[in-house]
T-cell receptor
Framework: DADVTQTPRNRITKTGKRIMLECSQT?????MYWYRQDPGLGLRLIYY???????NKGEISDGYSVSRQAQAKFSLSLESAIPNQTALYFC?????????????FGPGTRLTVL | AQSVAQPEDQVNVAEGNPLTVKCTYS??????LFWYVQYPNRGLQFLLK??????LVKGSYGFEAEFNKSQTSFHLKKPSALVSDSALYFC??????????????FGTGTRLQVFP
């Protein structure tokens, strides 16, 4: 089945370390997103990408960077992790060709920064 | 500021009873409206959406939602709850000025607990 996968699923790291979270999709979608989920805050958009050459900041991009290596791959990096970046991170995709289409989410990466 | 509100952190309902999970929004224009469900240790799954037309939309797993433009609400409903419906539910809105982006604004989530 066409799917959205995220690696790693869980990661514990220390303050100041560089971390990369990876997202891959086999849906053939052109649009990809990174969100973080915090209890009581819902999901907040970090970055989104319409295609390989189009990267845009979301509402909480400070402290994060992204790379769209191919249509199917979208990575999120924390250059120097800090404890308040401890959260559940989701990648999502959507298809420009299908108007009004919903987003499809990966299973999430639980990141803990000590 | 554009926002989505889910006023209840948790909703408790007995199995077999009807359930309602509330959502109101404050955005410009006529937005697209979505409900997603998150089961433990899983990503969000799409339940249903309202774009235009009939105010009552039907979705997956027997869920439906009613769009009310005057009250800017999009409440999720199910006539008869199942224990397996217990999960975290998110309302999301795509404002019209996000038309070409598919960007969504999410509510904070409502945890539904269905008791046997």
């Amino acid at each position: 089945d066409a799917d959205v996968t995220q690696t790693p699923r869980n990661r514990i790291t220390k303050t100041g370390k560089r971390i990369m979270l990876e997202c891959s999709q086999t849906k053939g979608h052109d649009r990809m997103y990174w969100y973080r989920q915090d209890p009581g805050l819902g999901l907040r958009l970090i970055y989104y990408s319409f295609d390989v050459k189009d990267i845009n900041k979301g509402e909480i991009s400070d402290g994060y960077s992204v790379s769209r290596q191919a249509q199917a791959k979208f990575s999120l990096s924390l250059e120097s992790a800090i404890p308040n970046q401890t959260a559940l991170y989701f990648c999502a995709t959507s298809d420009f060709r299908t108007t009004y289409n919903e987003q499809f989410f990966g299973p999430g990466t639980r990141l803990t920064v000590l | 500021a554009q926002s989505v509100a889910q006023p209840e952190d948790q909703v408790n309902v007995a199995e077999g009873n009807p359930l309602t999970v509330k959502c109101t929004y404050s955005v410009s224009g006529n937005p697209y409206l979505f409900w997603y469900v998150q089961y433990p240790n899983r990503g969000l799954q799409f339940l249903l959406k309202y774009i235009t037309g009939d105010n009552l939309v039907k979705g997956s797993y027997g869920f439906e939602a009613e769009f009310n433009k005057s009250q800017t609400s999009f409440h999720l409903k199910k006539p008869s709850a199942l224990v397996s419906d217990s999960a975290l539910y998110f309302c999301a809105v795509r404002p019209m000025d996000f038309y070409n982006t598919d960007k969504l604004i999410f509510g904070t989530g409502t945890r539904l607990q269905v008791f046997p």
